[in-house]
């Protein structure tokens, strides 16, 4: 089982940066794919950027492509996501979760899931 607590939101002018962490519990940290998810009010939850168990690939979709980055440092049990040219539409809470096996986009798979971080972008 692994548990997930995710820091570094905060409010941010629009064009800023931000780097989201997710730090991990467990000894297993480094077998599971790892992602990022948002909800913005009134929304669903939206896919954001995965990560291989060992890092070596990614994935996101269009609408964050080339502003944000997805790492991980599984010495440290912690997934990052550094956010940068911040638009007020990434305005939402920001969750990571894991899952075992490979890298997936659909919520539905992913087992285990952070409390959120609140991200706030002023335009």
């Known amino acids: 089982q692994v548990q997930l607590v995710e820091s570094g939101g905060g409010l941010v002018q629009a064009g800023g940066s931000l780097r989201l962490s997710c730090a991990a519990s467990g000894r297993t940290f480094s077998t599971y794919a790892m992602g990022w998810f948002r909800q913005a009010p009134g929304k669903e939850h939206e896919f954001v950027a995965t990560?291989?168990?060992?890092?070596?690939?990614?994935y996101y979709p269009d609408s964050v492509k080339g502003r944000f980055t997805i790492s991980r440092d599984n010495a440290k049990n912690t997934v990052y996501l550094q956010m940068d040219s911040l638009e007020p539409e990434d305005t939402a809470d920001y969750y990571c979760?894991?899952?075992?096996?490979?890298?997936?986009?659909?919520?539905?798979?992913?087992?285990?899931w952070g409390q959120g971080t609140q991200v706030t972008v002023a335009s």
């Open positions: 990560i291989t168990a060992s890092g070596g690939h990614t």
């Open positions: 979760a894991a899952k075992s096996g490979p890298i997936s986009r659909s919520e539905r798979l992913y087992a285990y």
